[in-house]
Structure formats: C-alpha cells, structure tokens
C-alpha cells in the first residue's frame, strides 16, 4: 500500500467561520475513509478542497505525491459524486457518463464501450439512452456513480451519496458502493452524517468536530477504544457520567449518579484525581431483576423506566439516582421474557469493572 | 360541503372576469379587424363587402414588403443587441457579483426603468443622439466634431439603439431566471469531469440557459416588432416599421380594410414566432433531476 492522499494543516477560513481548521491526514491506496461528523463539521468543505472547489486558506494537499493545492478541479485526477448527483438534464444517461471521457483525450470509437461497461458495473446498462429526469434516485445515483468512476481516478469523491435515499435503499446502495468499491479498487473518500453507515461502509473513519479531526480508526477500535467522549458519544450510545477516582484496597472505584462502581481500565492510573468522565456501552451492561436480594456483581440499582423495542434487541432505560443508564441485551434463544422485569421495577445494573472507558474531562483526549 | 360549494363558486368568479375581459378587448376587436380587412375601399372612405383585394395588394405593392422586411430587421436586429448586452450582463449578476444587495441594485437598475413611461424613455435617446444632444455637446467639446452632427438622429441605427433600451429589461429578466435556476453543482460536476471554464459554459450554462434566451429573444423581438413609438421619434424617412403604416391606414389615408388586412398579417406572423418559441422551448427544456 502507498500513500494516495497527503493532506498537511489545511484549514478554510469563510470570513470569520472556520470552516475547517488545520487538518492533516494521510489516506493509503485503494482504502474507504469515511469523514463522519455532525452538521456544520467541516466535512464537505474539506472534501470539496480536495476536489478543488474551495481554496484553502493555508496548507497542502498533495495528490500522488504531486502538490495539487492550486490546481482547478479539471486538473485533478479525483472525481466527486455530489450530494443531488447533479445530472446534466439536457443529456441521456449515457452522454452523462461519457461526458468526463471527451475530454481526456479518450478515442471517439473507445467512449462507447469504456460508458457500456462502466453502466453494466452499476446495473444500468438498458438505461443509456434514457433522460434522467425518468429515473429513480436510485438509479439517479448509480448514475452519478458510473459517471465518476468512468475516468478512473485516483480518488473518488462522494458528498452524503445516500442522503437522499429511503432507507431500505439506502441499506442496498450501501452493499452496492462497497462492493463496487472492492471491484474496481479506487480510494473512496464519504463524506457522511450517520455513524452506522460509517461503521458499515468504511476501512477507516475519520471523526470531525469543529473543523478538526478528533479521531481516525478503523471501525472496530473506534467503537471500542474511542479516544474521547466525543467520539464514545457519537459512535454508537455510551452512558456517559463525570466522576472523581477513588483507590481504596488496591482497586480503584468511580461514582455513576451516586453509586459506587469498580473500574479496572489500563488507561485509568489509580491516582486519586479530580473529576474526570466515564463511560461504558449499554450492550456491555447486565440488566438484573432485584427480587428482594441484592446479586452478585459491580451494580448499580435504579428503577426500570422504559423497554424500548429495537427488533434484533431490547433498550432497557434505567434510572439511576439523577441520571439514566440505558441497558441492551439481545433478543437471542436464550433471552426469558417472563424473566426480564418489567417497567417500574427495581433492577441491578451489572458491569464489569474493564468495560468502563475513562476519557479526559474535556474531550481533548 | 357548503365551503366547497362556495370555494367552487368563488373560483369560476376569478376565472370568469379574465375570460370576460379578453373576449370583450382581445376577441371581439380582432373579429372587427377581420371582418374589416374584406371590405372595400371607396374614396372618400369604405364601404362592407367580401373580396380578397387588400391581401392582394398588400402581396403585390412592393411598399408593404419592403416596411415588412424592414420591420423584421430592425426587429431582429433589436433582440441581437438585447441578448449581446444582456446575457454577459445577467451572466455577471448571478455568478460574479457574490453581494445579495449589490446584486438586487443591479438587477433593479435593469428593470426599473419599466416603470418610467415608454414614451419617456425613448424620448431620451433623441436628446442623446440630436444636435442639441449629449453626443454631439461631447464630440464637439472635445474637438473631434468641429460643429453638430445630424448622422446620429433619423436613421436606422437611432431606432435599434433606441428599442434596445427600451426592450432589453425583457431580454435580461428571463435570461437571469434561467440561470440562476441552474445548479451551481452542474457546473462544478463539469470542471470535476475535465472540462475547462469555458468548456463548462459551452457545454452546460449556455444549453441549460437556452430557454431564457428564446424567451427574451421571443419578447423583445415581438415587442420591437409592433412598435410605432421609437420609428416616429428618431426614425426618419427610411424608418417607418409596419405599425406605423397601419397607424396611417387608420389615420390620413382612411383606408380601415387595408389597415385591417395589414394588422392580422402582423398578428399571424407574431403567433407564429410565439409558437415557433414554444415548440422549440420543449426541445430544450431539460428537468434538473
Ligand atoms: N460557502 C460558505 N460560506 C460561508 N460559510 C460556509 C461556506 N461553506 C461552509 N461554510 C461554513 O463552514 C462550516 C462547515 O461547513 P460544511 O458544509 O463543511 O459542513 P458539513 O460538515 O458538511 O455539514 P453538513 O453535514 O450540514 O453538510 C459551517 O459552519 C458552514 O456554515
Ligand atoms: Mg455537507
């Protein structure tokens, strides 16, 4: 693998909005990155300085070992797929896709077939001589993709490809792209709003807050080890609290909204610090009825207030002192309804002590 | 039940009085006209008959030809000049000028002066373009003209220049509409796919921008074509245009049949430029997707 994309302090000042600020980032060959962050992130803007429809304020992108900062976006070798797939209308499917080849100095007699196959890669091959006000957003989209990919570049763009679509499309166009992406081996670069489709979808996901990035992992390390709150709150739900620590026999205890829990994290020091935050997943945690003795575990009693149905799980949401602690557990074969309390029952929450994450107080790190 | 009745009611109100109002100041004087143009003409006026003689001497006296092919000229030559000034300049309002403000002052600038009377504003141009006029104070201050000239005034070119002004807020009014409706992301997808600024106009702004220009050029074409104002203010002997001469059809020469005659050819080969401008608007009309 080599380096495809270098990006070093690239910041984008709009008046006085900091679009993005001093981001830098590296992107291998062939890789799918993810920049996932919530509304008013910077994502678009930085993906759009990639493409080269905003100027940086500062910095450099280099593409291919080649510095593109200033060049126009018809002098770079990457291609977008944008947000409303901005389809020629006065052009058929096929002259859309075609479009990119006229000028890169492909032979006439080579468009034709190079825009057949790159429409049978997206399963349109029957469409090329449709307009594409007839089509449907899905097949709007594979357009757009087709389009894209048609020019083979050395980075495909793509601005909230899905955003448009309903959800059952939206969960096969997800397949589609990837699988699309593992066929023709391009770097895909999304930009995305919704964590779970970043998590799908990506090698790699690179979380935005405030014009910066905040953490870049690939899925598994960021759900499971994520650098900060932020994150933890962003990627998949954590019941967050704020504690001081406390080392008392050799272990170390925390506070969640009043109660005392046992916390066994390498990242954790055991020295008695002032308030820091704490967190852990609610599929980490147990749901226990009470029934008058108190089990075995490092608890946290509270009241059962709500059952959410989710389907393949269930969301218990606890009240625990001020605060609420949400619970899943999976509706597998082992799962008892009879056996599962019901809501306004006194329950025991049950998490193991190496489940808790601690994070900085400030989300810095 | 009731309130749809009464909405119902309401509704063929409100389209009743346009239907009204167009039969009795659209229809029925067009059907006057009509029935005029078969009537005869018998000095010291005309008298109702059925004969086909004024279309035939509107096709055989040369006269009418000539102010016919005249008019489409000037008319022509109008909405070229309209569409030279007023693309570039809507061009540059919607993708240059980045100031909401600044862009609505310019905008206004074009179109205010429809509120100013037509005949104002024409006028203008003679006091620009006369011997006492602006132009001719200028050469002559500034030594190129040594004493007034009359070149400027009572031809031709006075006429286009002057319908130009007139008509032109037509020509850059759709031509704005249509291109601020074109997605900034279609041009950005054409530079994203390899084609160079001008290349992205060529292929993507002019083409989508197509109906705006046949509209303006439909309208200040039409709108030039049956002017009398402009030809009787800076026109001259050689700048009569067809509205004038049913103007004196109507007026000295006191031959209403032939006026007539003269008027429905006008109204035939203006419905046909209006429907040509239709046809050819569904050619291009492309649906942002
Ligand atoms: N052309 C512009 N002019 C002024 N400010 C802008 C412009 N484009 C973006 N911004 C600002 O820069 C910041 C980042 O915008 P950006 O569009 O990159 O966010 P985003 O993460 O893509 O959000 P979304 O999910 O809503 O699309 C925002 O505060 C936005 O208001
Ligand atoms: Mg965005």
Redesign the interface.
């Known amino acids: 693998m080599s380096e495809v994309i270098r990006i070093e302090n690239l910041r984008k000042e709009f008046g006085d909005v900091i679009g993005v600020a001093d981001v830098s980032l590296s992107i291998e060959r062939g890789e799918y990155v993810t920049l996932l962050g919530p509304s008013g992130c910077g994502k678009s803007t930085l993906l759009r300085m990639i493409?080269?429809?905003e100027a940086p304020t500062s910095g450099t992108i280099w593409l291919d070992g080649e510095d593109v900062t200033d060049l126009?976006?018809?002098q770079r070798a990457?291609?977008?797929v944008?947000?409303?797939?901005?389809?020629?209308?006065?052009m058929t499917v096929g002259q859309n896709v075609g479009?990119?080849l006229r000028?890169?100095g492909t032979p006439r007699a080579e468009i034709k077939p190079r825009v057949a196959e790159t429409l049978s890669l997206v399963g349109l091959t029957d469409k090329a001589d449709t307009?594409?006000?007839e089509?449907s957003g899905g097949q709007?989209q594979r357009v757009a993709l087709a389009?894209?990919i048609v020019?083979h570049p050395k980075v495909l763009l793509l601005d909230e490809p899905l955003s448009a679509l309903d959800a059952n499309l939206r969960e096969q166009m997800q397949v589609e792209l990837r699988n699309l992406h593992n066929k023709v081996g391009l770097t895909f670069i999304m930009v995305t709003h919704d964590q779970s489709e970043a998590l799908v979808m990506s090698d790699r996901v690179v979380v935005m807050r405030d014009g910066r990035v905040s953490q870049t992992g690939d899925p598994v390390s960021l759900y499971d080890a994520p650098a900060n709150s932020y994150v933890a709150d962003f990627i998949g739900a954590t019941n967050l609290f704020a504690s001081p620590v406390k080392a008392s026999n050799g272990k170390i205890f925390v506070s969640c909204f009043g109660q005392e829990l046992e916390i066994d994290h390498p990242a954790v020091d055991g020295v008695p610090a002032a308030e820091r935050l704490f967190g852990f997943r609610p599929e980490k945690a147990r749901l226990v009825r009470a029934n008058g003795s108190v089990p075995q575990g490092n608890l946290l009693k509270g009241r059962l207030e709500n059952v959410l149905y989710h389907g393949a799980m269930i969301r218990s949401v606890v009240v625990v002192g001020e605060g609420r602690i949400l619970v899943d557990t999976l509706l597998d074969d082992t799962f008892d309804p009879a056996r599962h309390a019901g809501t306004g029952d006194e329950v025991f929450v049950d998490i193991d002590p190496h489940k808790i994450m601690p994070f900085a107080r400030d989300g810095a790190s | 039940m009731r309130l749809a009745t009464r909405n119902r009611l309401s509704s063929g109100g409100v389209l009743s009085l346009p239907l009204v109002w167009t039969f009795l100041f659209l229809f029925i004087p067009y059907a006057i006209l009509f029935i005029y143009s078969f009537w005869e003409k018998k000095f010291p006026t005309f008298v109702p008959a059925f004969q086909f003689g004024n279309y035939l001497e509107l096709m055989v006296d040369p006269q009418y030809v000539r102010v016919l092919l005249r008019t489409i000229k000037i008319a022509g030559l109008v909405s070229l000049l309209s569409l030279l000034l007023a693309y570039p300049y809507a061009y540059f309002l919607v993708h240059k000028v980045k100031r909401p403000g600044v862009k609505l002052v310019l905008y206004m600038a074009v179109v205010l002066p429809l509120w100013v009377s037509y005949l104002l504003r024409a006028y203008t141009w003679k006091t620009i373009l006369g011997t006492q006029g602006i132009l001719n104070s200028f050469l002559v201050s500034t030594g190129i003209l040594s004493e007034p000239s009359s070149v400027f005034l009572y031809n031709q070119t006075a006429m286009v220049v002057t319908l130009t002004y007139v008509f032109i807020p037509f020509m850059v009014m759709p031509i704005y509409a249509a291109l601020e409706k074109i997605p900034g992301s279609l041009t950005e997808a054409s530079r994203d796919l390899g084609m160079s600024a001008i290349q992205t106009f060529v292929r993507v702004t002019l083409p989508l921008s197509m109906p705006g220009v046949i509209a303006g050029f439909t309208m200040t074409f039409c709108l030039s074509f049956g002017d009398f104002i402009a030809p009787f203010l800076v026109g001259g002997p050689d700048g009569m245009m067809i509205a004038n001469v049913i103007a004196t059809q109507f007026g000295a020469a006191l031959n209403w049949p032939l006026g007539s005659a003269l008027a429905l050819v006008m109204l035939v080969i203006v419905l046909t430029i209006i429907t040509l401008s239709d046809r050819l608007q569904g050619v291009g009309r492309g649906k942002y997707a």
């Open positions: 493409g080269g429809f126009p976006p018809n990457v291609n977008m944008f947000q409303d797939y901005a389809l020629f209308p006065h479009y990119g000028v890169s307009s594409p006000a089509l709007r389009r894209a020019r």
